[in-house]
């Protein structure tokens, strides 16, 4: 079964400024708290689900970065975390990209977080906890 959701994005006066049509196999309420705790503006950009794929609109609803990721993150120092499916391992990776789409960082981690001060927590297979920086460079290299 496919459910269908429909969500408000409220302008700063606190009305509706345009609406996203997402679907999902998954439990609706589920699907929920995960797009309400994912969908933040940030630098310009909304992460926003169309259909089961993710991608960024404006502040007028319209689509700046196509829907082509499994989830998105929020821009944090002009970069956002995205993740795919590796078609080589079926695994699904994190990676990042910039404010036009374009991978910065390729899709290499299995888990990422948000840019601060610089550098991004990340964490590749069954590795500890590591730290990258906007290039994508081991600052604190991952060990098991």
Known sequence: M???HELSVLGIDGRPAFHIWAFSRLNPLIMMGVFLGDMVF???LLP???GERWGYVDSKGKERIP???LSARPFSGGLAAVAVLDAGSGKI????ID???VW???PRFNMAEDFSGGLAR???DDEDYAYVDRRGDWVWKPSK
């Open 93 to 96: 990776r994190v990676g990042f």
């Open 104 to 106: 910065m960082i390729a």
């Open 2 to 4: 496919v459910a269908e």
């Open 67 to 69: 829907s082509r990721y």
């Open 99 to 101: 404010r036009n789409g």
């Open 122 to 124: 990340v964490k590749v």
């Open 42 to 44: 940030s630098e310009g």
């Open 48 to 50: 926003c689900p169309r």
